[in-house]
T-cell receptor, first 114, second 111 residues
């Protein structure tokens, strides 16, 4: 099946630092999503991207849909302790009346030191 | 409150047993999905259903079965044929072209 490569696998940063992570795909997607997962819980949607080149912000989070449609990145500015968790990218190809299947990256584990 | 409810939170299975994980949603979503998550890995799709009484295999369907008799419910059965069932199982739902939203998961362990 399709593969998504997400990097880095883990990050250890100081509170206040900026964070950047990205996903690359061997295939084209028409939708990119970014989720955050806290331990023992389900992923929560952070940002959804629907158009190549689109840049979208949600508070301190900014994500971009790559022009080639094969990549996306997520930036977190001025990190705080509650940013700790696992961040997943997901690519999809919505068609017809359904959102369609998603392919997930392996996740980036973020640790923030106070 | 509207949402996706997975139960139980923790489940234990004996060798050779089938177990069923529950997923219920009151969001009026048409599509529902089951994923498996192993440590250090992303989510892998087991089964999905876009409409009542219809479902399709995902990437790792072997050893699992589902049913979709009601729009609100999409139970997953982990059969004895699944040789490595220990994992965190996540259910999701969506409507139209909107993103998938997830339940809080069920952790399955083997006794």
């Amino acid at each position: 099946g399709q593969q998504l490569n997400q990097s880095p696998q883990s990050m250890f940063i100081q509170e206040g630092e900026d964070v950047s992570m990205n996903c690359t795909s061997s295939s084209i997607f028409n939708t990119w999503l970014w989720y955050k997962q806290d331990p023992g819980e389900g992923p929560v949607l952070l940002i959804a991207l629907y158009k190549a080149g689109e840049l979208t912000s949600n508070g301190r989070l900014t994500a971009q849909f790559g022009i080639t449609r094969k990549d996306s990145f997520l930036n977190i500015s001025a990190s705080i302790p509650s940013d700790v968790g696992i961040y997943f990218c997901a690519g999809g190809n919505a068609g017809g009346t359904s959102y369609g299947k998603l392919t997930f990256g392996q996740g980036t584990i973020l640790t923030v030191h106070p | 409150d509207g949402g996706i409810t997975q139960s139980p939170k923790y489940l234990f299975r004996k060798e050779g047993q089938n177990v069923t994980l529950s997923c219920e949603q009151n969001l009026n979503h048409d599509a529902m999905y089951w994923y498996r998550q192993d440590p250090g890995q992303g989510l892998r799709l087991i089964y999905y259903s876009q409409i009542v009484n219809d479902f399709q295999k995902g990437d790792i369907a072997e050893g699992y079965s589902v049913s979709r008799e009601k729009k609100e419910s999409f139970p997953l059965t982990v059969t004895s044929a699944q040789k490595n069932p220990t994992a965190f199982y996540l259910c999701a739902s969506s409507r139209g072209r909107q993103p998938q939203h997830f339940g809080d998961g069920t952790r399955l362990s083997i006794l």
